[in-house]
T-cell receptor, first 109, second 112 residues
Framework: EDKVVQSPLSLVVHEGDTVTLNCSYE??????LLWYKQEKKAPTFLFML????IEKKSGRLSSILDKKELFSILNITATQTGDSAIYLC?????????FGAGTILRVKS | NAGVTQTPKFQVLKTGQSMTLQCAQD?????MYWYRQDPGMGLRLIYY???????DKGEVPNGYNVSRLNKREFSLRLESAAPSQTSVYFC???????????FGSGTQLSVL
């Protein structure tokens, strides 16, 4: 059975902290791994990772994939209150995306 | 640029009632999806349509039916709503495999 496990389930940090969110997976026919940010409504796309060891970066956010160990991390540096959200990891299997339960991040000012 | 449009945004049903959630995309995408989101459980796939004319079951299809009316529209029907179907429903689409999903703004459904 396909599994995508995110950790931690939730965390609270202070503005300026750096956080690392984890996503491990057991999925047959892996194609890619995606990260989404969800605030009040629809998830918004952050990154798509297909190759091991190549870091994707966008401002203070970065992500990397390890296909040998079957996991990915999402780093957020110098966190801001606007980073408070649910962060979702999804793995592409065939024509379907399998999502993890998400990590709820709260950034306190 | 509308993207993925879902209607209604909110709905309250009584147990046993039926309803259809509508979804339309204007991006000429081939694949469309219906997910439900419950607290602590992430997004779970209900049904998807890889291309116009095809539909397939996802992880949690029981109690639902879908119709891919044309390339733009993909509807989700609850024939006899149950309290366990209280959830937030998201429609999504993408152009082809291995591309990111674009999400609608969601439908908050409560079944009493």
């Amino acid at each position: 059975e396909d599994k995508v496990v995110q950790s931690p389930l939730s965390l609270v940090v202070h503005e300026g902290d750096t956080v690392t969110l984890n996503c491990s997976y057991e999925v047959t026919n892996f194609r890619s791994l995606l990260w989404y940010k969800q605030e009040k409504k629809a998830p918004t796309f952050l990154f798509m990772l297909t190759s091991s060891g190549i870091e994707k970066k966008s401002g203070r956010l970065s992500s990397i994939l390890d296909k040998k160990e079957l996991f990915s991390i999402l780093n957020i540096t110098a966190t801001q209150t606007g980073d408070s959200a649910i962060y979702l990891c999804a793995v592409e299997r065939g024509n379907k995306l399998v999502f993890g339960a998400g990590t709820i991040l709260r950034v306190k000012s | 640029n509308a993207g993925v449009t879902q209607t209604p945004k909110f709905q309250v049903l009584k147990t046993g009632q039926s309803m259809t959630l509508q979804c339309a995309q204007d991006m000429n995408h081939n694949s469309m999806y219906w997910y439900r989101q419950d607290p602590g459980m992430g997004l779970r796939l209900i049904y998807y349509s890889a291309s116009e004319g095809t539909t397939d079951k996802g992880e949690v299809p029981n109690g639902y039916n879908v119709s891919r009316l044309n390339k733009r529209e993909f509807s989700l029907r609850l024939e006899s709503a149950a309290p366990s179907q209280t959830s937030v429903y998201f429609c999504a689409s993408r152009p082809v495999l291995n591309e990111k999903l674009f999400f609608g703004s969601g439908t908050q459904l409560s079944v009493l």
